[in-house]
C-alpha cells in the first residue's frame, strides 16, 4: 500500500499524466453513469427500437447548446398532441344525426428568427364504418389563412405537410416549412424570407360521423436542435451512442490489454523457464505473428462470421499472445531465471508452476503496468476501425458506428461536422487519456528513459 | 519495444582485413534463413486466412456456383445442342459440371482442398471476382489487385520516405539540444500517436476540405484526368497532400521521441566520449559513432512502421477514396466479394513479408554481426 502511493505521488509529478488520469476518471464515470441511468436493453431499445422512439426528433439536428452561440436563429421542436391537452383544444358540436364536428385547434407561440426543418400532422381515427374527415388550415400571426387540404382519417394517418407539392406551389416555390413561416415581406424572388414571429394556429375541421367515432391530431414542427448531441439521419439521439459508447469502448480496450497482455506474459515465462524445443517454439510462432496481418485477418471474422463485439474482442486477444512483447519479457525472465532466490525454490523442491507462477512473473508484473495502459487506446481505436469499414457491432450502438453512420451519409461534405466531431472528440479524449498516462508509467518504471 | 531490446545488446566493432569471400558467404547464408522463415511465416498467414474464409464452405460454393457458370454458358452456346428439351440441357450440364468439380478435387476431403486452395493462393491464383471488376473490364481478382497496388504505393512510400528521414534528423538535432523547450514539446506531444492516421485524416478533410475548400476530398486525381504527365503530376500531389500529412501526423512525434532517446542512450558510450576527447567535430560524432551502430536497430523497427502503414492504409484509404488495395478491401466487404477479399488478405501478407525481406537484405548489408560473423548470444 505504501508502495502504491509512493509510486502515485511519483506519477503525479507528471503534469500531463495528471490531467490523463483526470480524463480516464472522467471516462469512467460517464460510464458508469451510461450504464446505471440507461440500462442495456434500454439503450439498445433507443438505438434500434423504431420510427415510434425517434419519430418526434429533428433529422440531422445540432445539439442544443450550439443554440447559445448561435442565437436564437436555430428552433427547437413544438409538439402539440390533442390527446395531452396543453394548449390544444377540441371543439364538438352535433350537426344532424350522429354526424358531428370534431374541430381541433393547435395555437402555438413561435419566436425563433429560423425556419423549422419539418413539419409533420399526424391524425388519429377512430370509427367503425364511416372514417371522420379533416380539413385543415393554417393561421399566421398576421391573420392570413393558408388551406392546407383535406383527408378522410383512417387509424393512424401521417400528413407530411413539408413534402406536400401542391402546397409547395401554392407557396410560391417555397417549401412548406419556409413558406408557411415566412414574413409575406420578405418574400420577393431572389430574397431571403424571414420568419414572421407570433402566435400561430393549426385548424383542424373535423367532421365524424358515427356513435363513438373520434379525431385526434398531433402537430410536430420539427427545430433544427435537440438534445445534448443532436441527431442522425435516422433522427436517433446521437447522445444514446455517445453515452453507451463509453462504458463499451473502456471495457473493450481494458479486456483487450488485459487478456493479451497477460497471456503474453505468461506465455513468455513459460517458455524462458522450460527453455529448450518450448522456448524455441514459442520465440517462432512469435516471429510468424508479427508479419500475420492482423487487421485484415479481424475483417475476414467480421465479414464471415460474426460482428458481435465480445467474439472480436476474443480473436484480438488470441492475435495478441504472441505479441512481440513476448520478446521483451523473455529477456527479463532470463535474468530473473538466473537469480538466487529462484535457484533457492527450485533446490527445495518448488514445482515448475509454483516457480512460474509464484516467483517468477510477481518479481517483474510492475513492468506489465504502463505497456497495459498504452494499449488501451490502440484496442479502442481499433473497435472504431473495424466499425468504421462497417463491422461494428450490430446490436450496441458504439462510437465507432456513430462515425461510420456519419461517413456514410457524407457528413462532413453536408457540413455536419457535430455529427463526426463528438464521436471523434471522445475517441480522443479516451485515447490521449491513456497514452498519456502510459507514457509517464513508462518513464516511472523504465528508469532508463527517466535519465534522458 | 523492439528498438529497446536491441539496444541492450552489444555491438561489435567491425574487425581490420574483413576477407570478402567469407563476408559474402554469411550475407547470403543469413539472408537465405530469412528469406525461408519468412517464406513459411506467408504460408502459414496465407493458409489461416483460407482456413477462416473457408470455414463456412464460402469458397466450396463459390467454386463450385462458378463451375456451373461456366459449364451452362458453355452447353447453352454450343450450336449442336440447341435442337435438345431443356431437362436435357440441365441435365447435361449436371453431368458436366461434376465430372468437373471432380476434376478439380473438390469432392475430396478437407485438408486436402485447403491444401489445393493455398497452392492456388501461392501461386497468386486467385480466381474470378463475383461483383467487382479492374478498370479494363477484368473480373480476374489477380489484375484488379495488380491494378491497386501502384495506388497503395505512390502513398505509402512517399509518407514513410518522408517520416523516416524527418524523424531521424530531427532526433538527431534534438539530441544536441536535449532539455530544451522544443524537445518537451515533442516529448509531451509523443502520445498524440496513438491516435491512428485515418483519425486525423478526418480531421484534416474537415478543416481543408470542408470549411476552407482548398484540398480535394479524396480520390488520387482530377476528373476528368488531366492529359499531360505534369498536369497529371500536380493533380496527384494534390490529392496526396491530406493522406500524406495523415500519416505523418500520426507518427512523426512518437518517431522522433523513440530516436531522440534512442541517440541520447548511444551518445554516453565510452567510445563516443572517447571521439569526443579527440576533438572530432560533432558531425563526424554524429554519423561515424551515433548514426553508423545505430542504423540495424532503426532499419528493424522501420520494418515494424512498415508493417503496421499496411494495415492501416485500409482505412485511410477508405476515409480519403484512394483508389489503392486498401480501399478495394473496403469496397470488397461492403458488397460481400468475397474472392476479391481473401485475394486482398493474401496480397496484404504477401507485401509485408516482402517488405520485411528486403528490409532484413538491408539489416544484413548493415549489422556487423553478420558480416563479420560476430558472437551470436542473446
Known sequence: MKRFIGFFRELTH???????????VGLIVLALYAVITLPYKEAVRLWRGGEEIWGDYPRNALPQWVTIFTGNSLPKSIIL??????SA???????AGEMRTADIIMPFEYTSTGFPSEINLFLVGKSIAKKPQATMFWKTPDGREIPLGDTTVGTNERFAISIDQRLTRRLGGLSPQVGLFADPATVAPEAKPVPLQGRYQLVIEGLTFEEGSTLEA???VYGKVYGLAGTDHRRRDITVALLWGTPIALAFGFLAAVGSTLTTFTIAAIGSWFGGWLDALIQRITEINAVLPTLPILILVGTFYTRNIWAILGVVIALGIFSLGVKNYRAMFLQVREMPYIEAAHAYGASNLRII??????????????????????FVFLEASLAVLGLGDPVLPTWGK??????????????????????????????LGFAVVGFALDRIFNPRLREV | MATETLAKRQWALPKIGIRVPDTLARIVKYVLYRGVALFVTAVIGVYLTVLIANMGGYLDTIRKAQIREQVGAMVLGDPTLQTLPASELRQRIDEIAAIEIQR?????????????????????NLGRAEYLASNSGSRQVRLILLERIPATLVLSATANIALFFTAIFAALFLSRRYGSLLDRIVIAMAPSSSVPAWFYGIFLLLIFAAVFHVLPWGGMV???????TPAYAASLLKHMVLPVAAMILHSIFIGIYNWRTFFLIYSSEDYVEMAKAKGLTSRTIERRYILRPTLPPIVTSFAFTLIYLWQGAIILETVFSWPGVGRLLYQAISIFDVPVIVGNVVLIAYLLVTSVFLLDIVYALLDPRVKVGGERRA
Open chain 1, 81 to 86: 398532441d390533442s390527446r395531452q391537452g396543453g
Open chain 2, 222 to 228: 482530377d476528373t476528368p484526368v488531366p492529359e499531360s
Open chain 1, 218 to 220: 398531433r402537430l410536430v
Open chain 1, 357 to 378: 507462477f509464484q516467483y517468477m512473473m510477481p518479481k517483474i508484473a510492475p513492468v506489465l503496468i504502463p505497456s497495459f495502459v498504452t494499449l488501451i487506446p490502440t
Open chain 1, 402 to 431: 456513430v462515425l461510420n453512420d456519419a461517413y456514410t451519409n457524407g457528413a462532413l461534405y453536408n457540413g455536419q461536422y457535430y455529427w463526426v466531431l463528438e464521436p471523434a472528440f471522445l475517441l480522443m479524449l479516451a485515447g
Open chain 1, 14 to 24: 507528471y503534469r500531463s499524466a495528471v490531467l490523463g488520469i483526470l480524463i480516464i
Open chain 2, 104 to 124: 478439380l478435387r473438390l469432392d475430396q476431403p478437407f485438408f486436402l482442398r485447403s491444401i489445393n486452395y493455398l497452392t492456388d493462393a501461392l501461386t497468386l
Open chain 1, 89 to 95: 383544444y377540441k371543439e364538438s358540436k352535433e350537426v
